[in-house]
T-cell receptor, first 111, second 109 residues
């Protein structure tokens, strides 16, 4: 693989279900990010990780959790999905102070 | 607070020049980024400015004035494939990107 991959590409989920969005990068970047993008709004940061083993909360962290067990993977978990979490989710990575590179996104619909 | 402002939508003609403006207010400043995003796709990096002045990269140029909290993206010789949203983002003192809502650019033949 080259760059950042995300899975699944899209998902329809019943409210109350648990869901993990996967993100893997092979660029050995230290920092990784999860954003959500909603129509008419800018990208909003959910959680981030500056290096493996550490995570931090972004602008809209409620209802989401992350882990960073190694450099390459940064999964995002919705413990109990709600309709307001319907969005497009982008994972990104960077060498912290440098340019962020984005994965292809996951389109999530919560019914 | 932190805020990024850019126009919601702009229309231009194929072959022409268009300037997309962005004003920013963030806690600290570590650079101004422009990204391009085609519908249904991920944002892709276009340019980065941290010093005042103009950075030229082919048909695209980006300008920064730190004292005014202002940047613009200049697109020359517009092509139909330039139809996309253009996202302005300021990197704050924590090296986090603060994003504008994006400017949708419509190119007409």
């Amino acid at each position: 693989i080259a760059g950042i991959t995300q899975a699944p590409t899209s998902q329809i989920l019943a409210a109350g279900r648990r869901m993990t969005l996967r993100c893997t990068q092979d660029m050995r970047h230290n920092a990784m990010y999860w954003y959500r993008q909603d129509l008419g709004l800018g990208l909003r940061l959910i959680h981030y990780s500056n290096t493996a083993g550490t995570t931090g909360k972004g602008e809209v962290p409620d209802g989401y959790s992350v882990s960073r067990a190694n450099t390459d993977d940064f999964p995002l978990t919705l413990a109990s999905a709600v309709p307001s979490q319907t969005s497009v989710y982008f994972c990104a990575s960077s060498d912290r102070e440098d340019t962020q590179y984005f994965g292809p996104g996951t389109r999530l619909t919560v019914l | 607070g932190q805020n990024i402002d850019q126009p919601t939508e702009m229309t231009a003609t194929e072959g022409a020049i268009v300037q997309i403006n962005c004003t920013y207010q963030t806690s600290g400043f570590n650079g101004l980024f422009w990204y391009q995003q085609h519908a249904g796709e991920a944002p892709t990096f276009l340019s980065y400015n941290v010093l005042d002045g103009l950075e030229e990269k082919g048909r695209f140029s980006s300008f920064l004035s730190r004292s005014k909290g202002y940047s613009y993206l200049l697109l020359k010789e517009l092509q139909m494939k330039d139809s996309a949203s253009y996202l302005c983002a300021s990197m704050d003192s924590n090296y986090q990107l603060i994003w504008g809502a994006g400017t949708k650019l419509i190119i007409k033949p």
